[in-house]
C-alpha cells in the first residue's frame, strides 16, 4: 500500500503562482507512475498532469501546458506540481495519484491510490 498526502494548497491571484507537494509512504520503493487530477464543484475529476517511475517522461492536459510542471525526487518519495500563470478557472481540488506502472497513465480509473486532495483558489 502507498499513502499519499498533498500540501501546498491556498488562494492566489490571478497569475500567481503555486507549488503543490505530494509526499508518498508505505511501499514507496516499487516504480510507480505518479498523477495529479483536480475536480472543481460540480464538474468531473480531470487530468493534469503525469510523471512516470523516472521522472524521465511527463505528460500534461493541453489546459495547462506551458503553465504547469510536474515534477519527482524519488529520494525523498515526493512529486510535485508547479503552477504557474494560474487562471481562475485553475480553481479546484487538487489530487494526487499513484499506480504501480512503468508508463505514463492518465485516466482516473487507472490510478489505485489517492491523496485526499488540496484546495487551490485562484481569484480574479
Known amino acids: 500500500q502507498v499513502q499519499l498526502v498533498e500540501s501546498g494548497g491556498g488562494l492566489v491571484q490571478a497569475g500567481g503562482s503555486l507549488r503543490l507537494s505530494c509526499a508518498a509512504s508505505?511501499?514507496?520503493?516499487?516504480?510507480?507512475?505518479m498523477g495529479w487530477f483536480r475536480q472543481a464543484p460540480g464538474k468531473e475529476r480531470e487530468f493534469v498532469a503525469a510523471i512516470n517511475w523516472s521522472g524521465g517522461s511527463t505528460y500534461y492536459a493541453d489546459s495547462v501546458k506551458g503553465r504547469f510542471t510536474i515534477s519527482r525526487d524519488n529520494a525523498k518519495n515526493t512529486v510535485y506540481l508547479q503552477m504557474n500563470s494560474l487562471k481562475p478557472e485553475d480553481t479546484a481540488v487538487y489530487y494526487c495519484?499513484?499506480?504501480?506502472?512503468?508508463?505514463?497513465?492518465?485516466?482516473?480509473?487507472?490510478?489505485?491510490?489517492w491523496g485526499q486532495g488540496t484546495q487551490v483558489t485562484v481569484s480574479s
Open positions: 495519484a499513484a499506480v504501480l506502472r512503468l508508463t505514463i497513465a492518465t485516466m482516473h480509473y487507472e490510478y489505485d491510490h
Open positions: 508505505g511501499r514507496t520503493g516499487s516504480t510507480y507512475t
